[in-house]
């Protein structure tokens, strides 16, 4: 089946550092990535839709600035937290669509538990 | 109001047991999903509907359109089932609503 690959699972950072999260589809090609948030004992929210080679489309109330999005390969998308701060500390999490089926399954990453300190 | 409602939010049940976890919606969809998310965070999409019923295993989902109404069943409930069961529905090409999960807990 179709895998989606996120790495890191955790990481812990200072406030005022940036973080990068990857996520990669190993086994098709995603046309369009989705990157999640999910506070304790919530539902997951999405942040933003990223269409490869094209702008990351973000919900409202999602600063795109602080929450950079690259989807630069049909394999490859990133999410870069900037100038983290302890509020960010949350459960990140992607999926991708692939390439060619309109209304694809969501093919889940493992997350990435962010602590900022 | 969510465009999203599953019950209940919290079910607890012994194992054998027939589970059964609703979802209605109030947005015209184009497809429904169920996916379970277990404690260490990592999600499986379990189905994708657009109609009708789909049955994988122990699992079936059902989705009745004109009610905006989904039901995901587990027979035979295992604790491996314990996780948290969440469902989502797509509106557009890319717009999802999630709702807010139900977890379930089967005890030996």
């Known amino acids: 089946g179709a895998v989606v690959s996120q790495h890191p699972s955790w990481v812990i950072c200072k406030s005022g550092t940036s973080v990068k999260i990857e996520c990669r589809s190993l086994?098709?090609?995603?046309?369009?990535m989705f990157w999640y948030r999910q506070f304790p004992k919530q539902s997951l929210m999405l942040m933003a839709t990223?269409?490869?080679?094209?702008?990351?489309?973000?919900e409202q109330g999602v600063e795109k600035d602080k929450f950079l999005i690259n989807h630069a390969s049909l394999t490859l998308s990133t999410l870069t937290v900037t100038s983290a701060h302890p509020e960010d500390s949350s459960f990140y999490i992607c999926?991708?669509?692939?390439?060619?089926?309109?209304?694809?399954?969501?093919?889940f990453g493992n997350g990435t538990r962010l602590t900022v300190t | 109001k969510n465009e999203v409602e599953q019950s209940p939010q919290n079910l607890t049940a012994q194992e054998g047991e027939f589970i059964t976890i609703n979802c209605s919606y109030s947005?015209?969809?184009?497809?429904l999903h169920w996916l379970q998310q277990h404690p260490g965070g990592g999600i499986v999409s379990l189905f994708m509907?657009?109609?009708g019923k789909k049955k994988h295993g122990r699992l079936i989902a059902t989705i009745n359109i004109q009610e905006k109404h989904s039901s995901l069943h587990i027979t035979a409930s295992h604790p491996r089932d314990s996780a948290v069961y969440i469902c989502?529905?797509?509106?557009?090409?890319?717009?999802?609503?999630f709702g807010t999960g139900t977890s379930l807990t089967v005890i030996p």
């Open positions: 999926s991708a669509g692939a390439r060619g089926q309109g209304n694809s399954p969501l093919h």
């Open positions: 086994d098709f090609q995603a046309t369009t």
């Open positions: 990223s269409n490869e080679g094209s702008k990351a489309t973000y």
């Open positions: 947005v015209g969809i184009s497809a």
């Open positions: 509907l657009s109609s």
């Open positions: 989502a529905v797509r509106v557009t090409g890319n717009q999802f609503y």
